[in-house]
């Protein structure tokens, strides 16, 4: 390509042969055919869709959805537009997967420990639970855990009192409680916690710099406590406690005002949970196995509790291990949670990608849409564990 | 080396499952399906009396009773048809991007689907309407008394629609319960986790059907959505239109004309009267138009019987019917006070 | 000083005094259920904690699935265990189960899919088997040519000429495969050998080796054409094709193909070219973060959208391509983490020999990388073998879209829960086993830390 008027043979073959002018060509021709392959798919979609006269275009999001969803936090009417349905989706997608993140990393932390346990018995349960638990569809799962377990509540008028209160209740609707109303002063008991959370941060900063420096241990856990819990609690009674609780009420067919949660948003979170701690359980006891034996025994010839051998040697040494994969198993939960749509939970794929799709037909921006939602948060997780990997690898040099 | 593997299956896969080259839009559906050798008619996911899957891997009831009707008229042969089962959430599209020739599935004809989906729907084979069942014990007697009650209902359909506008209007309150699992979703009604059901009443009456005590379950008298279902076909081709409408109405106008598959043969020799004589082919021709064999009528009715044979037999109380009484509603023919109607064959 | 010299002395007569007993409680029963079960006062609580969980699963399962079975029943209403109660109508489950496994796949060509399963079975088993020489061909034909087999055997139909020669280099490598392994078997010797030894080139020179050989494949090939050549199955629209034979296929094909475009996508992902390294990474990137339902809705909404005009492509292939789609990217980093476990040593040891990029890949790194691979490479496929329930939701009849069908059968109506405990147990027994052959592999090779 650059060499058309060659001053002698053998310059040729050197631009030929050079590594750098071939990348350039080859470069160059997967774009051109990238350029071609797009464009003539573009090309395509829209002689096809005028063709079979589909129409196109992004303008139907004004339009009115004009259907119920069942659970949402966010205000939201039938007679709003699709574009609000698309975010309603978003925020339950969000939340589902954000609990059942946080909830699926704790379980599975405890089962991986429990794997590795002395007790032969609670060993092979946790082996099994694993076992049984990777190797079936999580939409079997899913299913079972709506139809076997969450489905079989009592019914409104024979709700479960937990603890029993008469405000907190769970029956077959659904988990009902009460829900906060905070009136005008209430900012000031935020403004607390806020406050009492960032002090708590110092303070263990400042503890842990003293433990390197002079080596002595400083417990921070009760100041910490006290401070987190007890500042607000203050601010809290001297404001006059501006918090108003709407509490559930049996009316008519069901419990009404408060708080609730969906028995499917139950089940699903409970099935994502429970699946996920599995996978999550092998790669904590990977994590801690990776971790060569010869440290427990230094860390406990050192004279270390057993307790803090775990906490202080073990883990953090694991953590290396578990990080990166977990951070992938989280994406999966997000991407799981889809299949939600099975039991009835109105996550994104279902209130999006399935009802309004079938109400406005305009399948190829939905489609484009959901995509769209689900490579943000995948790209955000893993710029994140990106951002991860390189300090754990600074600390390792 | 690797690169040609590739190629290697990526021409094994194009060879193995065939992106057959159709040129989709510059023929005729009709001399595409011939040429073909077998119609490509889309069913749902089975729904009991409309399209149930057997345990010998065939399709019977009455919307594919419509196929295999529509296969025969232009074959002569009601085994020249493949079905194709897809969700409802794709259906439309299926249909408009050439994949099916046409769609015999419970779609609620609208003026939106109708006119803006790419798709003409042809004749009502089904008058539905959308209907709610309760527990006999709740002590509920009209869908009026239904305030605040959750109610599960199917994902991606008109039904969830026509809840929310039912208890809009009403000012109701009704919860809606989506499932896109029918079987989860009837077993969370048979479970208490919704005060009512609701679907289109022959849905409905199929549930029942499935239920293990059916006597604790009533169907509320209210109709609250006109569900006609109708055949359709992709728009842009009014001969194929016309085949599938005609074969519609020919399967009423010989229920009307007193012409069963039993009685066929004996119709067509010794014809009682012009019409039938018209109907057979014997004495007009009425296939010129729709590109068809003379007796592409006859054939329908040898091969699936007349409407009323066919409601019978999936629809109502014969062996494999799910039991959905058609004497005074729209579904019974209009000389009996119903709303089923063909225009005349002349 | 004196002692010790006694001790030896004697020490060739030395005979020790038995050992005393363990501790009392220490060894048998007891003693190991003091160790492993009530070691202290938490370890007790849960065993005891644990006993009665599993006593009360148990308990439930034996009332669900044994106390209240019936096993007899032409249909659900005869199911019945009271005039309100249906039993656990196990009877349903017999009667659909050749529907579960083979769709709506006619009975009577139900062998082709057997034995289509048995052939590929034969051609893998040598792979395991230690004295069998060229596993790695014998695994590559197995993948990429059997393929071929298998669709004519599952479509049946017409074939053209170009389906007419690949059905018969499948079949001719399936018997070189077979012939190959006996012969390494009982002889020792592979069958390149044994050729060459009776043609009596064994005594010339080494270039004219490769001629016998190839005589021998064409012979075999043409041998394969006339064999097929009067067979012609009845076609089979793959409409037909259901339950837990599709799923199979589904992830068969998506593991195949995954396969190589993963490496290629891995290595591009690794290229110095940054054109293709940023597209590279945009595919992974963009398959990997959407849900595999979501793909698939793309592809039966949008393929046929983005096709030329007279293009068709049916439902079953378009849930094929996007399986291989997503599978292709999740291989691609398995393959990622394979390449990162070979030291950098030996990349530049490659380059230093002097050998080309391909070649250095090729033969010094893939090799090694390979190896760390395999247990994730099956649990991958484990994986993909799960997600492939979800085309049910598209609307094929995989396993899970023929258990709903039964529920909807006017005869079996409302009845899921025993098929879909069905048909969990096959998923487990499938994923079971394995993961249970990815751990014994990652214990064999070794590679625990293939990530």
Not at chain 1, 217 to 239: A, E, R
Not at chain 2, 179 to 190: G, I, Q
Not at chain 2, 220 to 228: F, N, W
Not at chain 3, 377 to 388: A, E, P, R
Request: with cysteine; proline share 5%; glycine share 8%.
């Amino acid at each position: 390509m650059s060499g058309n008027t060659p001053s002698s043979s053998r310059g040729a073959n050197a631009v030929i042969n050079d590594e750098r002018y071939r990348s350039i060509f080859y470069q160059v021709v997967v774009f051109g055919l990238f350029i071609w392959a797009v464009l003539s798919l573009i090309e395509n979609t829209q002689i096809n869709m005028a063709t079979r006269k589909m129409a196109v275009g992004f303008d139907f999001l004004k339009n009115t959805a004009g259907f119920a969803v069942a659970w949402t936090p966010l205000d939201y009417k039938p007679s709003d537009s699709y574009l609000m349905v698309y975010w309603v989706g978003i925020i339950n997608t969000l939340i589902l997967a954000g609990i059942s993140i946080v909830l699926a990393t704790f379980l599975g932390f405890i089962v991986g420990i429990l794997r590795l346990s002395k007790n032969w018995l609670v060993a092979q349960i946790a082996s099994w639970y694993v076992e049984v638990l990777r190797n079936t569809p999580l939409l079997l799962q899913i299913i079972f855990w709506y139809l076997g377990a969450f489905a079989n509540l009592p019914r409104p008028k024979q709700s479960i009192e937990i603890l029993g209160f008469e405000s907190l209740v769970l029956n077959n609707r659904g988990l009902y409680i009460p829900k906060p109303q905070p009136e005008d002063l209430f900012w000031l008991t935020a403004l607390a916690l806020l406050v009492a959370v960032l002090i708590a941060i110092v303070l263990n900063k400042r503890a842990t710099r003293k433990q390197q420096q002079t080596g002595k241990y400083i417990s921070t856990l009760v100041p910490t406590l006290l401070l987190v819990f007890g500042l607000p609690l203050v601010v809290f009674v001297l404001t006059g406690m501006p918090l108003d609780w709407e509490i559930p009420a049996l009316k008519g067919f069901n419990y009404r005002g408060g708080g609730f949660v969906l028995p499917a948003m139950l089940a699903v979170m409970v099935a994502l949970v429970v699946y996920h701690s599995a996978y999550a359980a092998e790669m904590v006891r990977a994590g801690i196995l990776s971790v060569s034996k010869g440290q427990t025994e230094a860390a406990s010839s050192l004279g270390l509790k057993q307790s803090f051998v775990m906490r202080l040697v073990i883990i953090p040494q694991a953590m290396r291990a578990i990080v990166p994969p977990m951070i992938s198993l989280w994406m999966n939960v997000v991407k799981n949670s889809s299949l939600a749509i099975a039991i009835g939970f109105p996550d994104l794929v279902s209130v999006f990608m399935q009802t309004s799709l079938n109400q406005s037909g305009h399948a190829v921006e939905i489609v484009a849409l959901v995509m769209a939602f689900y490579m943000t948060v995948s790209l955000t997780i893993s710029a994140c564990l990106n951002v991860y990997n390189k300090k754990i690898q600074l600390t390792e040099r | 080396m690797k690169k040609l593997s590739l190629l290697g299956l990526g021409a094994g896969l194009l060879a193995a499952f065939s992106f057959t080259a159709v040129p989709a839009m510059a023929e005729s559906t009709l001399e595409m399906v011939k040429k073909r050798g077998h119609l490509r008619c889309q069913v749902g996911q089975p729904t009991p009396g409309f399209y149930n899957l057997k345990a010998d891997g065939t399709w019977v009831g009455s919307d594919v009773s419509i196929c295999r009707a529509v296969a025969a008229a232009i074959f002569g042969d009601p085994q020249k048809v493949e079905f194709q089962s897809v969700s409802s959430t794709v259906r439309f599209t299926a249909l408009a991007n050439g994949e099916s020739d046409m769609l015999s599935r419970t779609a609620t004809w609208t003026i939106f689907r109708d006119t803006q989906l790419g798709l003409n729907f042809t004749a009502v084979n089904f008058y539905d309407g959308q209907g709610f069942m309760v527990r006999k014990d709740s002590g509920i007697k009209s869908a009026m008394e239904l305030e605040g009650a959750t109610v599960c209902v199917a994902t991606g359909t008109t039904t969830e629609l026509n809840l929310t506008d039912f208890s809009r209007m009403n000012k109701l309150d009704i919860q809606p319960v989506v499932f896109s699992d029918n079987n989860v979703r009837n077993e969370s009604y048979l479970k208490g986790n919704c005060d009512a059901i609701t679907n289109d009443k022959s849905g409905l009456a199929a549930i029942l059907a499935g239920f293990p005590d059916k006597e604790a379950h009533i169907i509320l008298p209210e109709t609250i959505s006109k569900e006609p279902l109708a055949p359709a076909v992709r728009k842009g081709d009014s001969q194929w239109f016309d085949i599938v409408r005609w074969t519609v109405f020919a399967l009423i106008s010989a229920e009307e004309l007193g012409i069963t598959q039993a009685n066929v043969d004996e119709m067509r020799k010794n014809p009682p009267n012009p019409e039938i004589a018209r109907f057979m082919g014997v004495e007009k021709e009425m296939n010129k138009g729709l590109g068809l064999s003379k007796d592409w009528a006859y054939n329908i009715i040898k091969s699936v019987g007349n409407y009323g044979e066919v409601y019978d037999k999936y629809m109502g109380f014969g062996k494999e019917g799910i039991g959905i009484a058609r004497k005074g509603s729209p579904n019974d023919l209009w000389t009996r006070g119903g709303l089923m109607y063909s225009p005349p064959f002349r | 000083m004196t002692e010790i010299t006694e001790q030896n002395k004697v020490s060739e007569k030395f005979v020790p005094k038995p050992s005393l007993p363990p501790p009392p409680n220490t060894t048998g029963a007891i003693g190991w259920l003091r160790y492993n079960l009530f070691d202290g006062f938490l370890s007790s609580c849960l065993t005891v904690l644990s006993l009665i969980a599993i006593g009360f699963m148990c308990v439930n399962f034996y009332e669900w699935a044994f106390a209240k079975a019936v096993l007899e029943a032409a249909n659900r209403q005869e199911c019945r265990i009271t005039p309100t109660e249906f039993g656990t109508c196990w009877a349903g489950v017999k009667f659909w189960f050749t529907r579960f496994i083979y769709g709506r796949y006619t009975d009577t060509e139900i062998w082709r899919v057997n034995s289509a399963a048995i052939i590929l079975i034969l051609w893998m088993i040598p792979v395991w088997l230690p004295r069998v020489t060229a596993k790695l061909n014998i695994a590559l034909s197995g993948v990429l040519i059997f393929p071929f087999l298998a669709g004519y055997m599952f479509l049946g139909g017409d074939r053209n000429w170009f389906m007419e020669i690949m059905v018969s280099v499948a079949l001719g490598c399936f018997i070189t495969v077979i012939i190959h392994s006996l012969l390494c078997l009982f002889t020792g010797a592979g069958i390149s050998k044994w050729i060459i030894q009776l043609t009596g080139f064994s005594n010339r020179s080494e270039r004219l080796h490769k001629f016998p050989v190839i005589m021998f494949a064409v012979i075999i090939f043409l041998l394969s054409l006339f064999l097929i050549s009067d067979v012609a199955f009845k076609e089979m629209p793959n409409n037909l094709w259901g339950g837990l034979f599709l799923t199979l296929v589904i992830s068969g094909i998506g593991i195949a193909s995954a396969l190589p475009a993963g490496i290629l996508l891995a290595l591009g992902r690794r290229s110095k070219m940054t054109v293709i390294r940023v597209l590279c990474v945009a595919f992974i990137e963009l398959f990997r973060s959407v849900p595999l339902i979501t793909i698939l809705f793309m592809a039966t909404t949008m393929f046929p959208l983005f096709l030329p005009e007279g293009f068709h492509i049916n439902k079953l292939a378009s849930a094929i391509v996007a399986v291989c789609l997503f599978a292709a990217a999740y291989m691609a980093e398995v393959v990622r983490g394979g390449l990162q476990a070979i030291p950098k040593g030996q990349y530049e040891a490659a380059e230093a020999v002097g050998l080309t990029y391909w070649q250095s890949m090729g033969f010094i790194v893939m090799p090694q990388a390979l190896k760390y691979m395999i247990p994730n490479i099956v649990s991958n496929f484990m994986g993909l073998f799960k997600d492939t329930t979800l085309v049910s939701i598209i609307g094929l009849y995989d396993l899970l879209g023929m258990i709903n069908a039964v529920s909807q059968d006017p005869s079996w109506i409302g009845l899921h829960h025993e098929p879909l405990f069905t048909a969990a147990v096959i998923f487990f027994i499938g994923c079971f086993a394995m993961s249970k052959y990815s751990q014994y592999l990652e214990r064999n090779l070794g590679a625990g830390h293939g990530r």
